[in-house]
């Protein structure tokens, strides 16, 4: 199965390890013996209990979640967590500070604004996104239950440097991040994010959020809205999406033997500065439209300084199976996304491509 894998780039569902791929393959059809495969069988069996309970464990050891924490496995994606963390923390006479560094940050204040008080803290609409804020651009109101921050903007290709405290609680959606770099827990409430980029297949969010928190949340929600009911039913309060939970649990198990979150870390910031590199040394062939000092170590965004050999870039790309580069359609431009299950192999078969077109090109 291995052998006409491509190098793929893309910014999420992405790129898993192939062997998470070969094992699920081959697990699949007769789940340890039960003559049926684990997406057949209740979630309420033995069998699903053990890989839900083991997903969990894994993402606490491996970020190093303090035990005031809970753990949510959820779905409907990050997006209807830019609706459900105002709904559930956000009341009458507090208000929530957004800072808008992209489409992301954007898109959580704009579904925020309409479930209660939320304010744009900060914003990099006047400099194209191309940065994050200075800690202290963002003006915080006193009346702020929380501060939401996207450590990541993965269309705009800009990252949170290093993390800060606020006067604020902070909430992060680091849905392009988490399992990258570590995450200090005593900032935060909530962080969440969507599994399908650094951990897993799509279909599964991953919520942490500090038990206090989930005591204080109003009862009157739609039971599937509320964090309380996930916390107390250990996120088995409805159908978990099965497959995700399965997968993920793999693909954690892959981090953990191949250097933990610091490992990825690490994998993460020396992968990229080889591109980031490439770009710099490239006499101006190549761009990056972001500030230096926060460029995502993730989602690596760069332009051709003629944008018309974009295209034929991208085309003579995939001709070396070096599939999807395309920048978002919002932005345009070149994005490779090189998430923890990128093989280096596929770094460094970017890097020989971006040498070989600029020389022939240039
Ligand atoms: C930073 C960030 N937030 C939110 C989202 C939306 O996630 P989902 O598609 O899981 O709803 C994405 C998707 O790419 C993202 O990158």
Redesign the pocket.
């Known amino acids: 199965m291995s052998t006409n894998r491509v190098h793929n780039f893309c ?2 569902p992405c790129t898993l390890p192939v062997t998470v791929i070969e094992e699920l393959a081959s697990e699949l059809p007769d789940f340890e013996n039960s003559g049926m495969s684990l997406i057949e069988m209740s979630h309420r069996a033995g069998a699903y209990d053990k890989v839900h309970n083991e997903t969990i464990e894994l993402l606490r050891r491996l970020c190093k979640v303090p035990e005031d924490f809970s753990i949510l496995l959820l779905q ?5 967590q830019f609706a459900m963390l105002p709904m559930n923390l956000l009341q009458p006479g507090g208000s929530a500070g957004y800072v808008v560094s992209g489409t ?1 940050g954007k ?1 959580a204040l704009s579904d925020a604004s309409l479930v209660g008080d939320a304010y744009e803290a900060w914003s990099g609409a006047d400099q194209n996104f191309s940065a994050m804020p200075d800690p202290s651009q963002i003006e915080v109101r006193d009346d702020t239950t929380y501060l939401h921050v ?1 450590s ?4 705009g290709g800009i990252r949170l440097p290093s993390f800060f405290p606020t006067t604020a609680r902070q909430v992060a ?1 680091m ?2 991040d988490y399992l990258t770099r570590e995450i200090p827990w005593d900032q935060f409430d909530v962080v969440y ?2 599994a ?2 650094n951990l897993g297949p ?1 279909g599964l ?1 991953v919520v942490f959020i500090r038990n206090s928190v989930v005591e204080a949340i109003p009862k009157t929600l739609p039971a599937y809205l509320r964090y309380s009911d996930h916390a107390a039913a250990n996120s088995l309060a409805n159908t978990p999406p099965v497959f995700s939970i399965w997968a993920t649990g793999k693909v954690l198990r892959w981090i953990e033997d191949n250097g933990g979150v610091e490992g990825m870390q690490q994998r993460a910031a020396s992968r990229s500065a080889l591109i980031y590199d490439a770009i710099d040394s490239s006499d101006g062939f190549y761009r990056s439209p972001v500030n230096k000092e926060h460029r995502s170590h993730t989602n690596l965004v760069f332009r051709l300084a003629a944008e018309d050999l974009e295209s034929e870039f991208l085309t003579e790309a995939e001709k070396r199976n070096l599939m999807n580069l395309k920048g978002h359609r919002s932005v345009g431009g070149i994005r490779a996304s090189i998430y923890n299950a990128l093989p280096t192999e596929s770094v460094e078969a970017l890097l020989d491509f971006m040498a070989d077109f600029a020389k022939n090109r240039g």
């Open positions: 910014a999420g409907g994606g990050a997006t209807l992301w898109k996207t990541n903007e993965t269309i959606d849905s392009s994010g969507g399908q980029k799509a969010t």
